[in-house]
Every structure is written in C-alpha cells, then in structure tokens.
C-alpha cells in the first residue's frame, strides 16, 4: 500500500520514497516482503503520478518482475483513498488469476472461469513499515491460513478514552444544574470522557494484514457505503463485518512513517 502522497510529512517527495539509511523506505518494506519467501506476485499500489519513480526505483535496484529468483512484481494505479486503492489491486489480482486460468492447457473453455475456486491469501502492508520482519509476515500468512484472517497487532500501553457526544455535563451532577463549572469559550469543541476502556482488551493494529480473497469479498458486500468510508484498514472492514481476526504479534519498533517525527525515531531504529 503505497498510494499516498505524504502530506503530513511536507517533504518534496511522497514518504515512501525518502531515503532512510541507504536506500527509500518502500525497497526496505519491499526486501522484507521478499525474503519472507510467501509470495507469488506482489502488487504495489501507487499513486498515477509517481508510478513511473516506482519502476525507476525497481530498475535500480535490479528489482523486476521478469527476474526469475524473485515474484512477479505489478505497479497498480491507486485510488483516491486506502480502500479503493486496496478494491484497484484486488481488481488486478483477480484478473491475472483469470488470465492464468484461462491459458492453462487444463482449462476447460468455459467463459466464466472459477477464480473463487484459486483463493489466495492476500496480504496488505503499509509501504511506510520498514521495520516488518520476516516472521511477521510468515506468522500473519500461516495465521489467514488456519482463521481466515490475521493482523499484526500489539498490545496498547496507553489509557484510552471512550467520548461521549454530551457537552457540559459533569459526571455526578445533573445536566444543567447551577454548580456546573463555567467550560469558557471552547467547551462545545472539548469532548468528555464517558468511559476509560479496559486496557487488557485493546491492541494497536499495524500491518500486514493477511486474509483470504473470498473472506474479504464476503465482508466488503456487507457493508453499506457509510461504513466503508468510515474504515481505514482491512481489519477495520472484517471487524464491522463480524468476522473475527486472529492477532499475530507485532513490534513497537514496527512503526507507520508518517510525520517528521516519525521519521526522526525511524533513523534512530536503523542505526540502533
């Protein structure tokens, strides 16, 4: 999942594409996914206008997706958010398997090749992840396999705070009773806590996330227009859907670079 164009990190180039250490944040999320040794293809999902940068990057780096020793490589055109570049690249994903069932001697000549009967595990990793480790994505691929769907995941160590949408009323105290404390000029923006959520239950979700093909398009068509806009990731349209997602063991060094910030502590991981 490469289609952003880093705006919170106001540099000249998308966030994929700046260096850290000796090379560009997305070839270390790249080598990681290749040494992993899951992958029949991989498919990268870029923006329109800096899809040729990405093949420049791969020619440089002798990356190509006609080399024998590694997957086929594909750039896919990205979408205007994360989940219609993710639609963009299972579009391209379920066409090659149509393509390849169809040019296979065993193919019987039906027009309507099975794809549902090739159902591949996929698998989406954040582009600015370069801290992944082989094990990882091993563990969240052998994890799909067995439940349907994993996610790297660790668990929070923050408090978090559930808000409730009721401004100006104190706990214990009667909305609109005469002892309420005056809440000044920015009151109606600040929430108020309604519940502090049990710590012990709740996992910061990173990537990969891995997932069989017919499992997603079964939760994807379940859910209405409102609550796909409202999602960010594969695991939050699985989590709406009902459909449960095993949690496989993360990093905190497994970070998502995307600020200046994020970047400053990226440096520091690489050369700890």
Not at 86 to 111: F, H, K, M, P, Q
Request: charged share 20%; net charge negative.
């Amino acid at each position: 999942m490469a289609g952003g164009t880093g705006n919170r990190m106001a540099a000249s180039l998308p966030k994929q594409f700046i260096e850290l250490g000796d090379r560009p944040i997305i070839m270390h999320s790249l080598s990681k996914l290749l040494e992993s040794g899951c992958f029949d293809a991989i498919y990268i999902g870029i923006h329109p206008d800096w899809a040729d940068y990405m093949k420049n990057l791969l020619y440089s780096a002798r990356i190509t997706k006609n080399a024998p020793e590694i997957p086929q490589i594909h750039i896919i055109r990205g979408g205007d958010d994360r989940n219609s570049t993710l639609l963009n690249v299972l579009e391209a994903i379920e066409s090659d398997i149509r393509d390849s069932i169809t040019s296979d001697t065993a193919y019987d000549g039906s027009d309507n090749p099975h794809v549902e009967e090739f159902d591949p595990i996929i698998v989406t990793h954040d582009a600015v992840r370069p801290f992944v480790t082989v094990k990882m994505i091993q563990d969240s691929v052998s994890e799909a396999a067995v439940h349907g769907a994993a996610s790297v995941a660790i668990p929070t160590t923050d408090t978090i705070a559930h808000v409730g949408s009721q401004v100006g009323t104190q706990i214990g105290t009667e909305a609109g009773a005469s002892d309420s404390p005056d809440l000044g000029e920015s009151a109606p923006d600040q929430p108020f806590t309604s519940a502090i959520l049990d710590r012990n239950l709740l996992y910061n979700i990173q990537t990969p996330q891995s997932f069989r093909l017919s499992l997603f398009r079964q939760a994807y068509s379940s859910l209405s227009n409102d609550q796909i806009a409202a999602l960010t990731d594969v695991c939050g349209i699985f989590a709406a859907a009902k459909i449960p997602v095993k949690i496989v063991p993360g990093s905190s060094e497994n970070i998502k670079i995307t600020n200046p910030l994020d970047l400053e502590l990226s440096t520091l991981i690489y050369h700890a």
